[in-house]
Each structure stands twice: as C-alpha cells, then as structure tokens.
C-alpha cells in the first residue's frame, strides 16, 4: 500500500507529465465502483491527502453556509468536466490534451457562475472571486487527467463526484470547526442557499460569544486543516495496526495475496 | 508535411473545442440574463430603502441617476474617477432626497466604498458601506452585518450636530471609535461630514437637477 506522500507525488506527476507509473495505470484499469467510492471520499480525499484546492479551502470556509456553497460548486464542475474529458477522450490528440481539458474546465466554472449569479446572488457576491477561482483548483485538472481521459463515462462521472464529495465533506468539516469556535453558532446564514425556510436552521452553541478571530482568519483555517489531516493519518495507523495485528500469523497467505496483486 | 497535417488537425480539433466551450457560456448567459440583471437591480433597490425610507421618494430611484463633477468631498480625485455617481428621490416631481455614492480614500486598508442618503433638510437619513477591505473582527465593524456602528449617522445633520462635533471621540468629536481600529471609523465619519458639506455647499444646484 503506497503512503500519503506516494499518493500525492503520483499524481503531481500524472498532471504535468505523461510519464505512465506502476501506479496510474493500476488506478487507469479500475472500474471497481466500490474503490472508487472509496478513493474519492478517504484513501485519495483530494483536500486530506492529495492537498489539492487547498485556496479555496482555506478561504471560504469561515461558515457552513460559505463551505457547502463552494462546495456544491466544486462538485458540479467536478462531475461535469469529468464526463465531458470521458466523453472526448478518444477524440482528442495528446498535444492539445491539456488545453482541451482547461476550456472544458474553464466553460463550465463559467456557466456555474453565472447560475449562481441568477439563482444564488446572495452567496454568489459573498463567495465573490472563488467562484471563477474554482478554475485552477488543481483537483479538477488533476482527475480529469489522471482518470477521466483514461476512463470510461461511467466510472469517470463517479469518480468526479466521490472527489468532489470527499472535498465538500472536507469543506463543511473545517468549516463547521471554523463556524463554532470563531463565531460560537452553527448553519448562520443558511438562507443564502435554501431560502428563508431555512433561517430557523441557525444553532447558537455559545450566547454572548467572544469572536475567536483566529478561527475565522487564514491562519485558523491552516491549523484547522491540519488537525484534520492529523487525525486522519491517526486513523489510518490505528487501522492498519489492528489490521496487522490480525493478520500477524497469516504469513503466508498474506505474502500469496501481495504477489498476486 | 507531417507536421502540418499535424498542425492543421491540431488546430480544427481545438477550434471545434472553442466553439462548443464558447457555445455552452453563450447558452447560459442567455438563460441567465435576466435574472441576473434583475438580482443586481434587486440589490441595489434593497440598498437603498434601507438608508432612504420609502416615504421620501415616489420615482424610479434606480435609474434617476446623475453624474456630479469630481469633487475631493465625495472621494473623486479628478484621477481615474472624474464623476460622482448620485440617485435622485422625488416625491411627486419635486426634490426629496439624494443618494450619494462617496469613497473614503483614508481607510486602514484603502479607498472604502459608502452611500449617503441625505434629505432636503440636509439631515442624513442613512449610511451603509457598499464595500472594504478592513480587517476582519477589528475595521469591519463598519458593516451593518457586524454592529450597528453605521446606525450612529441616522438622523443626524449640522444643525443637530456642530461641525466640529463630526469626529471619532479621540479626535474630541461625538463618534465612537472601535477599540483597537481608529483609522478606519475615523475615515468613515469624515466621509460623511464631507458628503454632508457637499450639500451644503451645493444643495440649490442639487435641488434644481
């Protein structure tokens, strides 16, 4: 099993070069939908492990409310560029490969925006330039060239949204954490995307809160993300121990399985 | 010849590419275009019935727009802005009140973006920023969403407050300052007494727009 570092570098690599690792074309064949739920969302989360899209993350994730917003946006692209390279990838010549892709991108962050604008203007002027910013958040080139241009449509529009799933979820996360203890409520504003129904949904955790400015600063949100990472690195060790620990006297069997792999 | 058999299908695959891209924005733009147009009127108007109550005026306030010559008193430094943008109110075809977009250049982190609604009596009905780029939990009080800060200017004019009374309480005026931000409700405040001065100075050649 190849470590958070190997996953990271892997595909820093995929995106600027086309050199074809042991790894890319492992993940290239895999239509196991099981796995790609599971790499989008914990094994490859494009925010914990891939440390991809880190600006957006860091920026707008002062409120639930922004997180989901921006979250939800990422998503769309996300799936929609993935089926379009899919769609196209036989149709398109490695030299223009790369340019191909950032139109594509760039179109659909384009049309995301002015949607927004129309439906969402509240939150549209409040997430201001993140919006059109979503077009360098290199996850989004990162899976359409990693695996959406290899990739049937199928497999690829899944693939686009378990990422964009395990970004948004990275995203409410940190900015629930950065809503609590910077503000002391949880869901303010949540009217900017699901209408006044949903003005009762504000929860004021503490009253009388002094605003924590860390928490709604930059720098909190670094930190915030990196206990995030931590705890998850902790999880992942914890697992693999218990894991190990089970297997410890299946010597064996297990150095079959590595073989056969 | 390679190369340009190359080149050529290149460059048709990457045009097709542009064209279809290009085509998906031109669609949604025409979806989108009218509600967005309508979102941004929608903003404004909200904005302005929040510093101008409805009984002040009976026109379309949106597009009674005028342009007033660079003035130092509302921010245009004859620079790179040459006019002042302003909104008219009438009530039955005659002056009521005027809506002023003013910068105030002195802000902690630049020029700060406000409007001023002043009636005929040369009283500010209301304030608000329209936008900054103060420092979060410290400057940013000055937006509505954070303190009531910019309530302090409602109803407030040179006959009910002297002049020399237009200031943040450190300077020996009448406004409260915020602890540990001076700069900016400083900025803030003289950027109304200037807006308020300019109608002063100006008000027949305003009322008769």
């Known amino acids: ?261 | 010849m390679e190369i340009l058999t190359s080149i050529r299908k290149n460059s048709l695959g990457l045009g097709i590419f542009a064209v279809v891209t290009a085509g998906l924005i031109a669609i949604t733009h025409q979806v989108t275009k009218l509600n967005i147009a309508n979102n941004i009127v929608k903003a404004q108007l909200a904005a302005f019935t929040e510093i101008l109550p409805a009984h002040y005026f009976d026109n379309d306030l949106y597009n009674s727009k005028i342009e007033l010559a660079a003035n130092p008193l509302l921010g245009a430094d004859n620079g790179s802005k040459k006019t002042s943008i302003a909104y008219v109110g009438r009530l039955q075809g005659k002056f009521s009140a005027i809506i002023f977009e003013t910068i105030a250049p002195s802000g902690y982190s630049g020029k700060i973006s406000l409007l001023v609604a002043v009636n005929k009596a040369g009283v500010v009905t209301g304030s608000r920023i329209i936008s900054h780029k103060e420092t979060p939990g410290l400057g940013d009080k000055i937006d509505i969403k954070k303190s009531n800060w910019m309530r302090s200017f409602d109803d407030k004019s040179f006959t009910t407050l002297a002049f020399d009374k237009w200031l943040v309480k450190k300077d020996g005026g009448e406004f409260d300052q915020f602890t540990g931000a001076t700069i900016t409700p400083r900025a803030i405040v003289k950027a109304v007494r200037d807006t308020l001065t300019y109608f002063k100075d100006n008000k027949t050649a305003l009322i008769n727009q």
């Open chain 1, 1 to 261: 099993m190849s470590t958070t570092a190997d996953n990271a570098t892997n595909v820093a690599i995929d995106t600027t070069t086309d050199s074809t690792t042991d790894k890319e074309t492992t993940e290239a064949s895999q239509r196991n939908y099981a796995e790609i739920v599971y790499n989008g969302i914990w094994k490859n989360n494009p925010a914990l492990v891939q440390l991809l899209g880190l600006c957006p993350l860091l920026a707008v994730t002062s409120t639930v409310v922004n997180a989901i917003g921006l979250g939800l946006a990422t998503l769309v692209v996300l799936v929609g560029s993935n089926i379009a390279v899919s769609l196209i990838r036989n149709y398109v010549t490695d030299a223009v490969r790369l340019p191909a892709f950032v139109m594509i991108i760039a179109s659909f962050v384009t049309s995301i925006e002015l949607v927004m604008q129309a439906y969402t203007y509240e939150l549209y002027q409040i997430l201001g330039i993140f919006i059109p910013l979503i077009v360098t958040n290199c996850a989004i080139l990162g899976r359409a060239d990693a695996y959406a241009a290899r990739n049937p449509v199928l497999p690829s529009a899944l693939d686009g949204l378990m990422m964009g799933l395990g970004f948004m979820a990275v995203l409410v996360i940190l900015g629930a954490m950065r809503e609590l203890i910077g503000q002391g409520t949880l869901f303010t504003d949540m009217s900017l995307l699901f209408g006044d129904m949903a003005i009762g949904w504000k929860l004021v955790i503490f009253s009388n809160y002094p605003d924590v400015l860390f928490a709604i600063l930059p720098p909190g949100a670094f930190i915030g993300l990196g206990l995030l990472i931590a705890a998850k690195n902790y999880w992942d060790a914890k697992a693999k121990t218990r894991f190990d620990k089970l297997h410890e006297n299946d010597e064996k069997v297990s150095r079959r399985v590595r073989v056969t792999d």
